[in-house]
C-alpha cells in the first residue's frame, strides 16, 4: 500500500500564489508516476497536471498551462504543485495521485489510470 497526504491548501486572493505538497509514504518499489486533480462544488473531478517518474516529462490541462507547475524530488518521495496567477475558477478540492508505473517514464492523464489517492486539499481563491 501507498499513502498519499497533501498539504499546503488554503485561501487566497485572486492573482496569489499556493504550493501543494504531497508525500508519499509506505510501500513504494520501482518507479511511479504522479499526478494533480481537482473537484470544484458540483463538478466532476478533473486533470490538473501530471509528471513521469524522472520529472523531464510533465502534462498539464490547457485550464491551468503557464500557471502551474508540477515537479518532484524522489529523495523525499514528494511531489509538488506550484500554483500562480490563481483565479476564483481555480477553487477546489486537489488530490494527488499515484500510479506504480515499472519501468516507465510516462505520464498519465486520467484517473482510472491511478493506483492510489490521498485525501485531498482544499484551494479557495477569492475575488
Known amino acids: 500500500q501507498v499513502q498519499l497526504v497533501e498539504s499546503g491548501g488554503g485561501l487566497v486572493q485572486a492573482g496569489g500564489s499556493l504550493r501543494l505538497s504531497c508525500a508519499a509514504s509506505?510501500?513504494?518499489?520501482?518507479?511511479?508516476?504522479m499526478g494533480w486533480f481537482r473537484q470544484a462544488p458540483g463538478k466532476e473531478r478533473e486533470f490538473v497536471a501530471a509528471?513521469?517518474?524522472?520529472?523531464?516529462?510533465?502534462y498539464y490541462a490547457d485550464s491551468v498551462k503557464g500557471r502551474f507547475t508540477i515537479s518532484r524530488d524522489n529523495a523525499k518521495n514528494t511531489v509538488y504543485l506550484q500554483m500562480n496567477s490563481l483565479k476564483p475558477e481555480d477553487t477546489a478540492v486537489y488530490y494527488c495521485?499515484?500510479?506504480?508505473?515499472?519501468?516507465?517514464?510516462?505520464?498519465?492523464?486520467?484517473?482510472?489510470?491511478?493506483?492510489?489517492w490521498g485525501q485531498g486539499a482544499q484551494v479557495t481563491v477569492s475575488s
Open positions: 495521485a499515484a500510479r506504480l508505473d515499472y519501468g516507465s517514464d510516462s505520464y498519465y492523464a486520467r484517473e482510472n489510470q491511478y493506483n492510489y
Open positions: 509528471i513521469g517518474w524522472s520529472g523531464g516529462r510533465t
Open positions: 509506505g510501500r513504494i518499489f520501482g518507479t511511479y508516476a
